[in-house]
């Protein structure tokens, strides 16, 4: 069951024992529906999820629309890391687009983790330098690209889900209409061919 978060933390660090056994007891099986909630805006992020199987997004309301910022897969970890860490209301959502397995750890799990395995805050640093770097990328997209680019980098990141998530999720994400998204998609296939 935790073979998959286990061979990604022996990536980055040599586990002992312990380490192994913590991690397992710590990290607990979870099961979330397609269209269910992992996280609504207004509640505080209580858990770290690592998604075994499934697919899920991170969206806001902006204008009183969903508007789409990232789609995390199987082998990835999910959370609005700042509602999680400081104990604060998100104002993220985050919701299954598919059936999800996962395990969850909360936050006093993390924390002993951190402070009782010798490398506990490296395998943390990692996941917390990882997220940075997709933070940083999905901001610079907002303001340096317009929606032809925001859909080329789409397929180009994404290119491996196009066919799991619905059309109106990626229009979201790339921030048009459905119409339009179709007209955007002719031009790149024109330009591919």
Known sequence: MHSTLLKLFGQ??????????????????????????????????????????????????????????????????????????????????????????????????????????KNGNLIGRHVIEHRFGVIVNQLLAVYMQNHEERYRSFIAQYSDLAQRIPQYLIASYVGVKPPSLSRIRRRFAKDVS
Not at 15 to 22: S, T
């Open 12 to 117: 980055i660090a040599t586990l002992d024992q312990k380490e192994v056994e913590l991690i397992e007891a710590s990290f607990k099986p979870f099961h979330l529906a397609k269209g269910a909630f992992f996280l609504k805006a207004g509640e505080v992020n209580k858990h770290l999820g690592f998604i075994q199987k499934g697919l899920v997004r991170y969206f806001v309301y902006k204008d009183e629309e969903e508007s789409t910022f990232e789609f995390t897969r199987e082998g990835d970890f999910i959370a609005d890391y700042q509602s999680f860490n400081n104990n604060t209301v998100s104002v993220q959502n985050i919701q299954a687009i598919e059936e999800c397995e996962m395990l969850i750890i909360n936050y006093q799990d993390v924390q002993s983790i951190f402070n009782s395995t």
